[in-house]
């Protein structure tokens, strides 16, 4: 089956693909290149999926590697596979083959690498991990593994949007009171009394003062785009039992 990915130019010294849902062997809510083995898709099918991207990759299955992820701040260093999948949200490396990956669905996938020092990382951000460090963390993991933060690209992939973004006041406070600035980041809706927030503009501001020059948003929103996507917060307003997960990854 044929699988779409978006790439960057910034990474194109690398193999690498946000993965959209196009493609693949789910059926039902989960239809197209479901990659998330939390979901309640069957075992098999998920797992066909995930070859279908080694594939893709020109590598094979077991050269996957990925994290329990738990909207932490931990980033890790790897060196090979794992036997169980640490709890953790974004992942490093120095060694070529690993193809490191995360899952996402309204989240922020974000793909980083240093060309000159061969030093990749990945990291699923959504708001709380983004607002809490998680791409610090990665940041600092590669730089341990002698990347150069000035030699960083950054590449934010398919996430929920401003426009789809709704949330309350709960919300709006802790990014406020975390740092007044962050009002930048919010649009109020006086109809409905909510404000909508933009998660791939925080992040790129907050690469940006990381002393990340080459970044970008590839500007797909998950939400709006139901052909191409799988989203977590449309699958609530539908209300759907569950929802499918997109793979991104990155090999040297």
Same mark, same amino acid.
């Given at each position: 089956?044929?699988?779409?990915?978006?790439?960057?130019?910034?990474?194109?010294? !690398?193999?690498?693909?946000?993965?959209?849902?196009? %493609?693949?062997?789910?059926? *039902?809510?989960?239809?197209? @290149? +479901?990659?998330? #083995?939390?979901?309640?898709?069957?075992?098999?099918?998920?797992?066909?999926?995930?070859?279908?991207?080694?594939?893709?990759?020109?590598?094979?299955?077991?050269?996957?590697?990925?994290?329990?992820?738990?909207?932490?701040?931990?980033?890790?260093?790897?060196?090979?596979?794992?036997?169980?999948?640490?709890?953790?949200?974004?992942?490093?490396?120095?060694?070529?083959?690993?193809?490191?990956?995360?899952?996402?669905?309204?989240?922020?996938?974000?793909? !980083?690498?240093?060309?000159?020092?061969?030093?990749? %990382?990945?990291?699923?951000? *959504?708001?709380?991990?983004? @607002? +809490?460090?998680? #791409?610090?963390?990665?940041?600092?993991?590669?730089?341990?593994?002698?990347?150069?933060?000035?030699?960083?690209?950054?590449?934010?992939?398919?996430?929920?949007?401003?426009?789809?973004?709704?949330?309350?006041?709960?919300?709006?406070?802790?990014?406020?009171?975390?740092?007044?600035?962050?009002?930048?980041?919010?649009?109020?809706?006086?109809?409905?009394?909510?404000?909508?927030?933009?998660?791939?503009?925080?992040?790129?501001?907050?690469?940006?003062?990381?002393?990340?020059?080459?970044?970008?948003?590839? %500007?797909?929103?998950?939400?709006?785009?139901?052909?191409?996507?799988?989203?977590?917060?449309?699958?609530?307003?539908?209300?759907?039992?569950?929802?499918?997960?997109?793979?991104?990854?990155?090999?040297?």
């Amino acid at each position: 089956m044929t699988l779409a990915t978006i790439q960057s130019a910034r990474l194109k010294n !690398f193999s690498h693909g946000f993965f959209t849902r196009k %493609g693949g062997q789910s059926k *039902g809510i989960y239809k197209g @290149l +479901n990659c998330g #083995l939390g979901s309640r898709d069957d075992e098999k099918t998920i797992i066909g999926n995930r070859n279908l991207v080694a594939q893709h990759m020109g590598t094979s299955l077991d050269k996957i590697v990925g994290v329990h992820q738990i909207h932490s701040v931990e980033a890790i260093i790897c060196n090979g596979t794992f036997k169980t999948s640490p709890k953790a949200d974004a992942l490093v490396t120095n060694t070529r083959g690993l193809l490191l990956s995360v899952l996402t669905a309204d989240c922020q996938p974000v793909i !980083f690498a240093d060309r000159e020092n061969s030093v990749i %990382g990945i990291a699923h951000a *959504g708001w709380r991990g983004a @607002l +809490n460090g998680v #791409l610090n963390s990665t940041i600092n993991k590669m730089e341990a593994l002698g990347a150069e933060r000035n030699q960083i690209s950054a590449v934010i992939g398919p996430c929920i949007s401003q426009n789809a973004y709704e949330v309350g006041q709960d919300f709006f406070e802790k990014f406020t009171s975390s740092n007044k600035k962050n009002t930048d980041y919010f649009a109020y809706s006086a109809d409905t009394k909510k404000y909508h927030f933009d998660l791939p503009n925080f992040s790129l501001n907050l690469l940006k003062n990381e002393g990340i020059s080459s970044i970008e948003w590839t %500007g797909h929103c998950t939400y709006s785009d139901p052909k191409n996507f799988f989203s977590y917060r449309r699958s609530c307003h539908k209300k759907e039992p569950d929802y499918g997960r997109m793979i991104s990854a990155i090999m040297l």
